[in-house]
């Protein structure tokens, strides 16, 4: 690879992190093309892009950018998967993948300025799916106005059920 292949590829490898919302690091050692070629498709699915990079363009290219703090773990045969929609969706990929594939295993990665160990990926893929933390966010704001509302129609419904009974004690 020469100077200008090299340029293009650090160029090329900048824009990936530039436009990622997370990237994760993986070790493929002994893993299969087949194999490869089935985890690339798998995280494309979820918004994902798999790529075997060589270290020392990918700590040039993470230079600058927001996973500056990845620098000096590219080291050793890997692979970086580029987020750029659900990264709890991509790491339960990696994570499935990485139990079914030993061959294939997750080092670690970035997300938001934040370097992940190992075990901080496996944790992302325990998390709920983004649409489900939405949706619990969503409930806890609208928990306290719907005990509002059964509280202020407390005092109606007991004034209406007064009326009732007073009715009817005057219609016996």
Known sequence: MNKTEKAAAVAEL???????KAV???EYRG?????????????????ASYKVVKNTLAELAAQGTAFEVLVG???????????????VAVAKV????????????????????????????EALSKLPPREQLLGQVVGVLVAPLR???GVLSGVPRSFVQVLHAVQEKKAA
């Open 14 to 20: 900048r824009e990936k992190f530039q436009a990622a």
């Open 94 to 121: 990696l994570v499935q993948f990485a139990k079914t594939v030993p061959a294939l295993v997750v080092r670690g990665g970035a997300l938001g300025g934040r370097l992940l160990s190992a075990a901080d990926v």
């Open 24 to 26: 994760l690091i993986t």
């Open 147 to 149: 005990n509002l509302v």
């Open 31 to 47: 893993i299969t093309v087949a194999r490869v070629n089935e985890v690339r498709r798998a995280l494309e699915k979820e918004g």
């Open 73 to 87: 773990q590219f080291k050793g045969p890997i692979s970086v998967t580029f987020v750029s929609q659900d990264p």
